[in-house]
């Protein structure tokens, strides 16, 4: 049976989720937090390590400002709100991806976050931000100077000191990457739901989990 110690997930579907009921883009994102703390504490029940959420690439800056601006000030307030009770549950907060575009208020609130949750031990959660895959490993090819080898670029990267993702979950019915995680994904066993990040369950993910454990990875081994 494959162990399982990292999955990523690209949240697709919120928007058109908002729409399908006949409600904004923005109820669809205000809905699919609530799927993301869902997921989290079933993660903690199945006792998966690390999660990764593809919360806002660095692509999205080409949506609608209303919408950009309402995605900050949800992430903003669900810390502000719930840092206490992350805190309470164990779980570690990282941010992956270039914060320097935030507001002074949001850096200031993430910071506080990722410094609060920073020894805690039951679950590490990523949270990709105004995060490009093939920025990421420019970034790390530019750190690297020189000495450029697998080892060098790697260190760098925001995954470094963390096993790759074993699984990458996608809702939405779109079947591609998206910028996300190029490098880390490499032999991870991608999954495609047709459902929308929204209406995606705890029991969604159960299925995934247990066709993982059937699955016999080789790595290119016989």
């Known amino acids: 049976m494959n162990a399982l110690k990292h999955v990523a997930f690209i949240m697709d579907g919120n928007g058109r989720w908002g729409k399908k009921i006949g409600k904004t883009r923005n109820h669809g994102h205000l809905?699919?937090?609530e799927t993301v703390?869902?997921?989290v504490k079933a993660s903690i029940k199945f006792k998966i390590p690390i999660i990764t959420f593809y919360v806002f690439s660095s692509?999205?800056?080409k949506r609608p400002k209303e919408e950009i601006n309402y995605l900050?000030?949800?992430i903003k307030n669900y810390f502000l709100k719930e840092i206490n009770i992350i805190d309470?549950?164990?779980i570690k907060i990282n941010i992956f991806g270039e914060v320097n575009k935030f507001s002074s208020n949001l850096k200031e609130i993430l910071k506080k976050t990722v410094k609060i949750t920073e020894k805690n031990k039951v679950i590490t959660v990523n949270l990709a931000i105004n995060y490009g895959?093939?920025?990421e490993i420019l970034n790390s090819i530019k750190k690297s100077k020189k000495k450029i080898s697998i080892y060098n670029l790697e260190k760098n990267l925001y995954t470094r000191r963390m096993p790759n993702p074993d699984i990458l979950i996608r809702t939405g019915g779109y079947q591609r990457l998206s910028n996300f995680m190029l490098w880390q994904l490499a032999y991870t066993e991608l999954f495609f739901s047709k459902?929308?990040?929204p209406d995606f369950t705890t029991f969604d993910l159960l299925k995934i989990i247990k066709k993982f454990e059937k699955i016999k990875r080789n790595f290119g081994k016989i």
């Open 31 to 33: 809905k699919g937090v």
């Open 37 to 39: 703390k869902k997921i």
């Open 59 to 61: 692509e999205n800056w």
């Open 72 to 74: 900050f000030k949800l």
């Open 88 to 90: 309470k549950q164990g």
């Open 133 to 135: 895959s093939k920025k």
């Open 195 to 197: 459902k929308l990040w």
